[in-house]
């Protein structure tokens, strides 16, 4: 059989939907477990960058090692029993994709996380999470191949300690595994409706749906964040660029008293979570503009490429953000995005 292409220095602008124009030393697709287990074996000197969609990174610099870009394709059902099916799907699966097919057999679990940006492999990294629902509420398994390649290894949802937007395999086994498939309990029947969330309920309302399907949730989704987040293909971005910070009652308490709009919403015993949103639009940076990089218009959250930003470029606007924030808030606003730098 054929081995995979590496290339050299290869622009990586098509690769990430910040569109940071970077080159790899080296790159190479794999679009099958073999392929992936030779380049793994053959071609590993330990400096390796797995990537799938590219929708949760920054580019700030030329990559050196080798990226993977990892195409592995595949939907297959496991088994149905009365109330659920199981499915597996390859990591290099388009996740709105697979959500669209889960939706086209009625299969109930995800269609709160439509149109989000991303690969089916990167989902369990960052516990991907909207309108009060996240990956974890879904997932059974997952099975991943050691970076040497030297074995492969299934995860429960347990072994993945997921937390808000994070997962083990942001912390303890960084750049220790790959995912090469997700396995997915959804329902048959009986769908578990989250309408509560944000603005859905409105959106169903404007829809005039009484009693919603989990198909017109999908819609009312799609219908609020093409409204707020910009479209990857027109304008470069990589979704909430920060995640919601965490602070205690006491610390919101005093900033309720000084700022009496916040927002905050319980968390744990004794925590507020304040949208990250709100704290930079009222630190003025909404709609912003600094050479080829923003901040969106609609959605303060999101960090913008207007065209030819570089990394470096995106990567100071957000470091002036969360320096203007703590000096103003005395919170410390960390990135969600991956950060090459
Ligand atoms: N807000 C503002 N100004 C802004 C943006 C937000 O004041 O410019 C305030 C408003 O009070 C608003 C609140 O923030 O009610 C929450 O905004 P939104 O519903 O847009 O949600 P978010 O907290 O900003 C999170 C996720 C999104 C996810 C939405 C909906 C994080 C980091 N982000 O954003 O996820 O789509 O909730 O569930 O948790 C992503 O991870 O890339 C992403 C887009």
Request: with cysteine; glycine share 8%.
């Amino acid at each position: 059989m054929k081995k995979p292409v590496i290339h050299r220095n290869y622009s990586l602008k098509a690769y990430n939907t910040f569109g940071i124009d970077v080159t790899a030393d080296r790159f190479v697709e794999v679009r099958t477990l073999e392929d992936l287990q030779t380049v793994l074996t053959e071609n590993n000197d330990g400096d390796i960058f797995v990537l799938g969609g590219g929708s949760n990174l920054l580019l700030t610099k030329h990559v050196t090692g080798l990226v993977i870009f990892l195409n592995l394709k595949g939907i297959q059902l496991l088994q149905t029993s009365d109330e659920y099916t199981m499915v597996e799907v390859a990591a290099g699966e388009v996740w709105h994709d697979f959500v669209l097919w889960t939706l086209a057999r009625n299969l109930g679990g995800i269609e709160n996380l439509s149109l989000i940006p991303g690969s089916v492999g990167a989902a369990p990294i960052q516990n991907i999470g909207a309108y009060g629902v996240e990956l974890k509420d879904v997932f059974e398994s997952c099975t991943a191949i050691s970076i040497d390649g030297s074995h492969t290894r299934t995860f429960t949802a347990a072994d993945c300690q997921f937390g808000y937007r994070s997962s083990v395999f942001k912390l303890d086994l960084k750049q220790k595994y790959i995912i090469v498939s997700v396995q997915f309990r959804l329902k048959n029947k009986n769908h578990l409706l989250h309408t509560s969330y944000g603005n859905i309920q409105a959106e169903l309302d404007k829809m005039h749906i009484a009693k919603p399907s989990i198909q017109d949730i999908s819609k009312a989704v799609i219908a609020i964040r093409s409204s707020k987040l910009p479209n990857p293909k027109e304008i470069g971005n990589s979704g909430s660029f920060f995640k919601n910070p965490v602070i205690s009652q006491t610390h919101f308490d005093s900033l309720k008293t000084a700022f009496p709009d916040i927002p905050g919403y319980p968390n744990g015993s004794n925590l507020v979570k304040v949208p990250a949103g709100w704290l930079i639009e009222k630190c003025g940076f909404k709609g912003i503009r600094q050479g080829g990089a923003g901040v969106h218009d609609k959605q303060a959250l999101v960090l913008v490429n207007y065209g030819n930003a570089t990394g470096e470029e995106i990567l100071s606007l957000a470091m002036q953000i969360q320096e203007k924030v703590s000096k103003t808030f005395n919170i410390q606003i960390t990135p969600e995005v991956n950060v090459y730098a």
